[in-house]
């Protein structure tokens, strides 16, 4: 049996050598040490302290596999990539994957190859899984993004509940939760929900010493972020709501000479996200303007700035989105633009987004319908959808259909794919039967089994641009040739470029009119309250903004931070301080507007700069060259 010694040394020999680090971060070796002892532990650590850490590491000092319950595919997909990258052998299972592919994986566990293996909460149900999970040797199981199990959380999934049940069939497999954003509330129920033994807690301040809190109303923002982009030779995010939003800025930016920015969001292909990510994460002065489809499993420590263009949906969604500024402990800023109207058509669009019962059903009902599926029944194959059909039938807006099919996708109702991704074929008839069709389908199907291999077994994914390349015929041309061949019942293709969806439960019209209907109406409530409580967060003007935080988060004795905008302006309006030096040194080097004055300053309140600007223009010693730009008066 290894020694405690020899046991703290291979801790940290691991920790270098797969993770190139020295020491571990606040609590993270305490953490491991009790995953390490087989101890339940419950971890509430803000984004940015190192969570995955916590079990990726003990993950390759145990035998066996450790066993990870994730929400998201893509967090999934990204965990998975950056641990091969490390060269540990980690794997996800997903509905997307086939059996045959599955089956590889299972092996690799049941050798005891893969140390981490990514699953959705709802595999736990799942027939094949549970039978070879028995033939697994399982090390620990950890539970990341745990506050989904909370009817109060803030993404809540019912298939959390299914965690309970396999324990209970588990009873000596230790467990680890991990997350960045609970309430005290969220927290009682993940500890009760998991059903975790005399857990140990650990819990670190949300407090942020490093990250300076800026909120501001503005009404021209492309211009207030060119401001302080134009200072500005560090990495950074400008969150954006929209794709559209995102396209357009970078390319209102590009056009006023900053070009070390680009855009970043779900439309965009995996090799076009993995290159934009890359050149991002290797710069140390480039700029993604994002959807909040960036963000997860962001391991860059020296992102100097987050900009949110208009604000998060939620608190939580905006500490998490902050905290991926200053990870290497050096200051830091958090951007928050805003105006009422804004505001206003946020209420708007959170209302009509949101259907009664009625346009609920009648949603699923055409769903169900289109695809012929009947009660109690659950179609094998992937459906495309047509967004556009669902809204020609139904007369209502493209953002409810949307809700309702993302709530469907998020309760494991069905898998929605929104997002560019690879298309899928695979033979429906055996190799030898090619020959008996009409000569010019069998030319081709011959074609497509040399160009994708493995479409006689199983079921492939591909890229039509990778075909095209190899056979010389365009891709529009391979797309129509594949679907005159689906229709005559020959293959399966699903085209990746658009919207599908894959039936993951059968039919059920009892829980649709009750259960499903309830729980929909519960999140829509949640999402309204979290809405209006960032909406007093935005606007309240008295309260520092870091306080205001760490109490929703349950801090309630926290002090003021002493350098947001809000302490920032008190201080100022109590004290006063002559800036007129630090203004006159900036204009020596060229004539500034308040703003551009201001964010030199170090994001000095404008208030201040003005009546500091007045008494320089009553001395003499500044002049204005228009109504915004201010210059030093050059004395003859």
């Known amino acids: 049996m290894i020694s405690q010694q020899d046991f703290q040394e291979l801790k ?71 641990l091969k990258s490390r060269g540990i052998e980690a794997e996800y299972l997903s509905s997307e994957l086939d059996e045959y592919d599955a089956e590889g994986i299972y092996d690799r566990c049941k050798e005891g190859l893969t140390k981490l293996l990514y699953i959705s909460p709802e595999r736990l149900t799942n027939k094949q899984f549970l039978q070879n999970i028995e033939e697994i040797q399982m090390s620990f199981i950890a539970v990341d993004e745990a506050h989904c199990i909370s009817e109060w959380g803030q993404d809540f999934r019912p298939s959390y509940q299914n965690i309970k049940e396999f324990r209970r069939n588990n009873p000596k497999i230790p467990c680890l939760a991990l997350t960045a954003t609970a309430t005290p509330k969220v927290l009682d129920e993940i500890k009760a929900k998991l059903e975790l033994k005399n857990p140990q807690v650990f819990q670190r301040s949300f407090k942020r010493d490093n990250i300076r809190i800026f909120t501001e109303e503005v009404s021209d923002k492309f211009q207030k972020i060119y401001d302080i982009l134009k200072f500005t030779k560090q990495s950074g995010i400008v969150y954006v709501r929209t794709r559209k939003e995102a396209e357009l800025l970078s390319e209102f930016l590009q056009k006023n000479q900053l070009k070390n920015v680009d855009f970043f969001h779900a439309g965009l292909t995996t090799k076009e996200k993995n290159a934009k990510q890359t050149i991002w994460n290797n710069r140390d002065n480039h700029v993604l303007i994002s959807t909040n489809a960036f963000g997860m499993g962001i391991d860059k420590d020296n992102v100097r700035f987050v900009i949110h263009y208009s604000p998060a949906p939620s608190i939580e969604n905006y500490y998490q989105e902050i905290g991926r500024a200053g990870r290497d402990g050096e200051e830091s800023f958090a951007f928050l633009l805003w105006n009422r109207q804004e505001l206003s058509n946020f209420d708007d669009i959170l ?50 259909i949307k809700n309702v099919l993302n709530f469907l996708h998020n309760q494991e109702i069905i898998y929605y794919n929104d997002h560019k991704s690879l298309s899928s074929l695979q033979l429906l008839m055996q190799a030898d039967e090619i020959d008996q069709l009409p000569h010019k389908d069998a030319y081709f199907i011959e074609l497509m089994l040399r160009t994708v291999s493995g479409i006689t077994t199983h079921k492939v994914m591909f890229s039509e641009q990778q075909v095209s390349n190899k056979i010389g015929v365009s891709i529009h041309l391979i ?22 969806v894959k039936f993951l439960k059968p039919r059920d019209e009892r829980l649709n009119h009750s259960q499903y209907w309830k729980l929909f109406e519960h999140i829509q409530k949640n999402k309204i309250q979290k809405w209006e409580e960032m909406k007093f967060y935005i606007e309240d003007n008295r309260y520092c903004k870091m306080k205001l935080i760490l109490t929703y988060f349950g801090e309630k004795k926290s002090k003021n931070c002493g350098k947001c905008s809000v302490c920032e302006r008190n201080r100022q309006s109590i004290f006063g301080k002559n800036i007129s030096s630090e203004i006159i040194q900036v204009l020596a080097k060229k004539a500034c507007t308040i703003e551009e004055i201001s964010i030199q300053l170090n994001y000095h309140p404008k208030e201040s700069i003005l009546e500091t600007l007045i008494y320089l223009l009553d001395s003499g010693k500044v002049k204005m060259l228009n109504f915004r730009t201010y210059a030093i008066v050059q004395h003859e």
């Open 12 to 82: 940290f020999k691991t920790l270098q050598y797969f993770w190139g680090y020295d020491t571990f971060r606040d609590s993270q070796e305490a953490i491991i040490d009790s995953v390490i002892n087989e101890k339940d532990t419950l971890v509430l650590l803000p984004t940015g302290a190192g969570k995955s850490l916590c079990y990726q590491l003990p993950a390759l000092l145990k035998e066996g596999t450790c066993l990870v319950i994730s929400p998201l595919l893509a967090l999934m997909k990204d965990q998975v990539s950056q």
């Open 351 to 400: 209302k009509n987004q949101i259907p009664n019962k009625a346009e609920f059903l009648k949603i699923l009902t055409y769903l169900y319908s289109i695809f012929q599926v009947a009660e109690f029944e659950m179609p094998e194959k992937v459906f495309e959808l047509n967004l556009n059909g669902i809204q020609n039938f139904t007369k209502l807006s493209l953002a409810k």
């Open 479 to 500: 797309k129509e040739r594949l679907k005159e061949i689906q229709q005559k019942g020959y293959i399966e293709y699903v085209d990746g470029a658009l919207s599908s």
